[in-house]
T-cell receptor, first 109, second 112 residues
Framework: DAKTTQPTSMDCAEGRAANLPCNHSTISGNEYVYWYRQIHSQGPQYIIHGLKNNETNEMASLIITEDRKSSTLILPHATLRDTAVYYC??????????FGGGTRLMVKP | DAGITQSPRHKVTETGTPVTLRCHQTENHRYMYWYRQDPGHGLRLIHYSYGVKDTDKGEVSDGYSVSRSKTEDFLLTLESATSSQTSVYFCAIMDGEADTQYFGPGTRLTVL
């Protein structure tokens, strides 16, 4: 399974864009990139996923590089409620999600 | 929340006792999963099911068994609980149309 590398923690000012990077240099051609977040003690919350093209939904945007070796999750206007651990996951063909350590995003007023 | 509930939400038990956790879904999804999460770690897959009576092992299946006798319920059983099984357990379903897993609220289990 392709592994992902994320920074351990990041800070972001409230109202600014939060850009969370993820490296997945061993990703194969048919593996999707998924992003989830987990707010303290709650179940992981799905954010967005993509294969090759950039994706946007009501929560976030996902930018995937052309070589697919890295991606960035963008929260366009971070709020205090976006403080959470964000997981970047490469999903294998068996639909399994392998969670790493994630990035702890702290949104500050 | 994809119609997923877990019960109980909290449980304290003693070493050596059997424990069963229940995951219930209301939307007839075929795939269901059990994960555990320990402090400082991401989620790790215990077992999963791809249909009624069809289950398979995940990464950390030792000490756990599962059963799925009907589509809506996926049960996780600790035959003889140990302190190392103190954890938060999350159930998930795969929404085939959305191609996405959705997670339940979790069960916090403490084994004394």
């Amino acid at each position: 399974d392709a592994k992902t590398t994320q920074p351990t923690s990041m800070d972001c000012a409230e109202g600014r864009a939060a850009n969370l990077p993820c490296n997945h240099s061993t990703i194969s051609g048919n593996e999707y990139v998924y992003w989830y977040r987990q707010i303290h003690s709650q179940g992981p919350q799905y954010i967005i996923h993509g294969l090759k093209n950039n994706e946007t939904n009501e929560m976030a945007s996902l930018i995937i590089t052309e070589d697919r070796k890295s991606s960035t999750l963008i929260l366009p206007h971070a709020t205090l409620r976006d403080t959470a651990v964000y997981y970047c996951i490469v999903r294998n063909e068996g639909n399994m999600l392998t969670f790493g350590g994630g990035t702890r995003l702290m949104v500050k007023p | 929340d994809a119609g997923i509930t877990q019960s109980p939400r909290h449980k304290v038990t003693e070493t050596g006792t059997p424990v069963t956790l229940r995951c219930h879904q209301t939307e007839n999804h075929r795939y269901m999963y059990w994960y555990r999460q320990d402090p400082g770690h991401g989620l790790r897959l215990i077992h999963y099911s791809y249909g009624v009576k069809d289950t398979d092992k995940g990464e950390v299946s030792d000490g756990y068994s599962v059963s799925r006798s009907k589509t809506e319920d996926f049960l996780l059983t600790l035959e003889s609980a140990t302190s190392s099984q103190t954890s938060v357990y999350f159930c998930a379903i795969m929404d085939g149309e959305a191609d996405t897993q959705y997670f339940g609220p979790g069960t916090r289990l403490t084994v004394l």
